[in-house]
C-alpha cells in the first residue's frame, strides 16, 4: 500500500542529507555559503551551484564537484515532484480539452489548489489544429498553453512542460509555428511509445528528418541544425547544416530531435552513464545512424526531399 507519510519523511530525510552534503562541498571549495539564506531546498541547491560554477571554472576537482551537486538538486527536484504529483482535476481536464471558456481557465490558473498530472496526445494536438483553424485567439491560448505545462510539470513530461511553458511567451501564433509546436508533440509521443526511437523509426519505415540544434540565428530569429535527411524506406539519406526559417514542418514527416533528452534543464550536457560532461562531437544517436547508413550500404541522396 502506497505511504504518503512514508515518502513525506524521506524527502525530509533527504533534505537533510543535501544540506549536509552543501556544507562539505562549500568548505572543500572554500566558499561561504549561508544555508540560512534561501527558504527552499531547491533554490539554495541553485544558488549554491552558481557560486560553485564560477569557482570551479579552472579548477577540474571543483568541477567534479560541481557535477554532483548538479545532479543531486536534480534528484532531488525529481523526488519532490513526484512525491507532489496527483491526477488532474476534471474542470482542467475539460480545459485541457479545450471546452473551458476563457474565464474558466483563468478562474484554474488562479486557484491554490494542485493542478495535477495529466497528458493525452490526441487531445493535446486536438486544440493545436483547432488554433491552426482559427478556432482560439492568442489570449486564450496562451492560457492553455500555461495550464498545459503546469499539468506536464512532472519527470516522465518535463522536456513537453517546458516547452510548452516557453511556447507560452511567445508574441503571435502562426501556422508554422503551431505546426513545429505538432511536430515537437508528435516527436515527444513517439518517443514515450519507443525507448529505442531509431530502430522503432526503421522498423516503421517512416520518413524522419533528425535534427541536432547547434545554435540560435538571431537575425532570423531561428535555430540552425545539423539535420539527418532519412527516408527509411527507399534507404535513402543526406546530411546538411539547415536553418528552420527555411523550411516548413510537415505533419507527414517525423521531425526528431536527437539533443534535448541529453541536457539538463539548464542545459547541461548528460552523457549515457548519468553524469555531467562536454557535449560530444558526435551523439550515440549520430552513431547509430551512421552505422546504418554505411554498414547497411544505403544511398546519399542530395536532391532528397522528405
Not at 542529507?17 to 555559503?33: G, L, P, R, T
Not at 495529466?118 to 492560457?143: A, C, H, M, W
Request: proline letters at 1%; charged letters at 35%.
Amino acid at each position: 500500500m502506497y505511504d504518503k507519510d512514508l515518502e513525506k519523511q524521506s524527502f525530509s530525510a533527504l533534505a537533510e542529507d543535501a544540506i549536509y552534503f552543501i556544507s562539505y562541498v562549500a568548505n572543500e571549495a572554500k566558499i561561504h555559503f549561508d544555508l540560512s539564506e534561501e527558504s527552499e531546498l531547491e533554490k539554495t541547491f541553485d544558488s549554491f551551484e552558481k557560486r560553485l560554477r564560477e569557482k570551479s571554472k579552472f579548477n577540474s576537482e571543483l568541477m567534479q564537484l560541481l557535477y554532483k551537486v548538479q545532479k543531486s538538486r536534480k534528484l532531488l527536484k525529481k523526488l519532490h515532484e513526484t512525491w507532489e504529483s496527483g491526477e488532474a482535476r476534471e474542470d482542467v481536464i475539460r480545459a485541457i480539452r479545450g471546452e473551458a471558456s476563457y474565464e474558466e481557465l483563468e478562474a484554474i490558473l488562479e486557484t491554490t489548489n494542485k493542478i495535477g498530472t495529466y497528458y493525452n496526445y490526441q487531445e493535446i494536438r486536438g486544440v493545436l489544429l483547432r488554433k491552426k483553424k482559427g478556432e482560439f485567439g492568442d489570449e486564450y491560448f496562451k492560457s492553455w498553453l500555461i495550464l498545459l505545462a503546469s499539468s506536464l510539470s512532472c519527470e516522465k513530461y518535463e522536456f513537453l512542460s517546458n516547452y510548452f511553458d516557453a511556447c507560452s511567451f511567445y508574441d503571435n501564433y502562426n501556422d508554422k509555428t503551431l505546426s513545429e509546436m505538432l511536430a515537437t508533440l508528435k516527436d515527444f509521443d513517439y518517443k514515450l511509445a519507443h525507448e529505442n526511437f531509431i530502430d522503432a523509426h526503421k522498423r516503421d519505415k517512416l520518413q524522419v528528418i533528425y535534427l541536432r540544434h547547434i545554435l540560435f540565428n538571431d537575425t532570423l530569429d531561428s535555430k540552425i541544425f545539423k539535420a539527418y535527411f532519412v527516408d527509411y524506406k527507399k534507404k535513402r539519406f543526406d546530411v546538411r547544416i539547415i536553418d528552420d526559417a527555411l523550411f516548413d514542418y510537415k505533419d507527414e514527416i517525423m521531425y526528431c530531435d536527437i539533443l534535448s533528452h541529453h541536457l539538463d534543464e539548464d542545459g547541461d550536457y548528460i552523457d549515457p552513464n548519468d553524469e555531467y560532461s562536454f557535449e560530444p562531437a558526435e551523439l550515440p544517436e549520430e552513431a547509430r545512424l551512421h552505422n546504418i547508413f554505411y554498414v547497411e550500404e544505403w544511398t546519399c541522396d542530395h536532391s532528397l526531399l522528405l
